[in-house]
């Protein structure tokens, strides 16, 4: 049985407490507020972010760096055989575009899904991921039902 890594991005309702606690890897979306750079549920918790938004401060979204992704990617690798990357919806960011243009170079070790969720229902997914991973399924597989 393959030994398959879950990557996901903040976006997913998972906090990188649970995600730890999971066997989940979670990488944190940036924001940049008033010219500072942040990183949600890292340098910066949901409370703290609405109450920079609420009180009108200027609020920039971004997606993950490229390095950013392969160097854990790379990481995760030494220890597993495949990756399922599970970013938020190809919808509402190019996170997902970009993992799936980074992923060709992994040869069949990458694994993005696409689809088009985010939150809860992201998270929902993620779960249900792990749950095929236990069932001894191949990320291809998972990528397949998901």
């Not at 170079?105 to 689809?115: A, T």
């Amino acid at each position: 049985m393959k030994k398959i890594a879950i990557v996901t991005d903040s976006n997913s309702s998972i906090s990188q407490k649970e995600g730890k606690e999971l066997g989940i890897f979670i990488i944190p979306m940036p924001f940049t507020i008033n010219g500072k750079e942040y990183f949600e549920d890292i340098n910066l918790s949901s409370d703290e972010f609405f109450e920079l938004l609420e009180s009108g401060n200027k609020v920039f979204t971004s997606q993950p760096s490229a390095g950013n992704i392969t160097a854990l990617w790379d990481e995760l690798l030494e220890e597993y055989d495949e990756i399922l990357h599970m970013p938020m919806s190809s919808g509402l960011s190019g996170s997902c575009q970009t993992a799936m243009l980074l992923a060709e170079e992994y040869k069949g070790k990458v694994f993005v899904v696409n689809n088009q969720r985010i939150s809860i229902t992201l998270k929902h997914d993620v779960l249900e991921a792990l749950k095929l991973i236990s069932q001894g399924k191949d990320a291809q597989y998972i990528k397949d039902i998901l």
